[in-house]
């Protein structure tokens, strides 16, 4: 039989059109029920049964935390899985094993074997992904699986996984308008993801929210861990070498490769992952933890963290984009030695950008722009939006003019940062420096 699809990019280009896609459409292809990830998961014949895995929610650093875990896990011999979403250059980033993406003509071969259960369900292109994901880790036959939820946690089309262990990183606000305008209603979805008798770690102890969480717990007679009451970072040295005791004696002795302001606290939560997983019997050497902790960029090839695209001037991207996590980078950003600080941002249509400029300092120069997708907010209504902050600003069409009228005012010693939106960074990461 001829395949519907001959080529990577044709089957690429199907799924872009057929399904809907939250990261360019928005809310229009959120999904508010597991009808059709069950139907996906009975289809392929419950694929998610056949592996171990660690389930990740949380508002910010629930991406790092997942690749920290993914990379000492493959660090200790596991098989390791590991799913997150969104993209950043190539769809194959959201499904890897040991570090390598799933390959093209894999990708191919799902869609062209299985186009008719998609078109008949209409998945969205995550429910889509996730189906695929947990087929591939099972037909790869890996050991574990690192499996980072999409926007919530409940209703999350990962959320039919039991885990070894939960994680629920941080709670603030973002995509408020799909999982409520409070923080207790945005943790009441987090929370979603605790199993019935599954230890679940909390990577941040905060007042608002535990008592959400510990509910929950309590419900599901799931034991409850804080991270930074198992486990402490220390920073030893002047090569920001970094060590972290546990309660249980381990001294895990590193030199982190993630440098963004949030990692340290990342890095304690990851470490009470492993705490409870060696209590649970699972062999992790302390040598592939340290070894693991070090290397996570190359064991998983995560990107878009504190990422330097050029270092005269330095450009600094990352994908942090909601007030709390931009707080940490901007201030980060501040405090590194330069003369002028530059930055190129750009947002979607819901993001609220006044919570986003009362952080921005005052004396950088700032490039408002847009990313390619439907759902980016236009760059002229940035401009509006920003006329009674006085920012020194201009506007551009486009992440590629807005890096080149960067350059081409910045000095040596300057910093150029480029942020706002996971696209915006995408595109400029996509750019030849």
Known sequence: MTPKFPTYLQAMDYLYQQLPFYQRSGKVAYKNNLDNTLKL???????????????VAGTNGKGSVSHMLASVLAQAGYRTGLYTSPHLLDY??????????????????????????????????????????FWYFADSQVDFAVVETGLGGRLDSTNIVTPEVSVITNISFDHVELLGNTLEAIAEEKAGIIKQGVPVVIGRKQPAVLPVFEKKATEKDAPLYIASEICQIKRQGGNNNQIIHTNKGLEISFTPDLKGPWQPENYVTAAAVFELLIKKQFEIPTKSLAKGFSAVIKNTGLMGRWHVLKEKPLIICDTAHNSEGLSKIISQLVSLPHHQLHM???????????SVFDLLPGQARYYFTQALLPRALPYPELLQRSKKYNFDCLGFSSVQKAVDAALAVALPNDV???GGSTFVVAEAMALHF
Do not use: C
């Open 416 to 418: 150029i940062f480029v």
């Open 344 to 354: 190129i941002m750009g947002f979607v249509n819901e993001k609220n950008t006044d």
């Open 92 to 133: 194959r980033e959201r499904i890897r094993v040991n570090g390598d993406m799933i390959a093209e003509e894999v990708v191919l071969q799902f869609v062209n074997n299985h186009w008719e259960i998609l078109e008949e369900l209409q998945p969205s292109f995550f429910e889509m992904s996730v189906a695929m994901a």
């Open 41 to 55: 998961d009975e289809y392929f014949h419950f694929p998610h049964q056949r592996f171990k895995s660690i389930h």
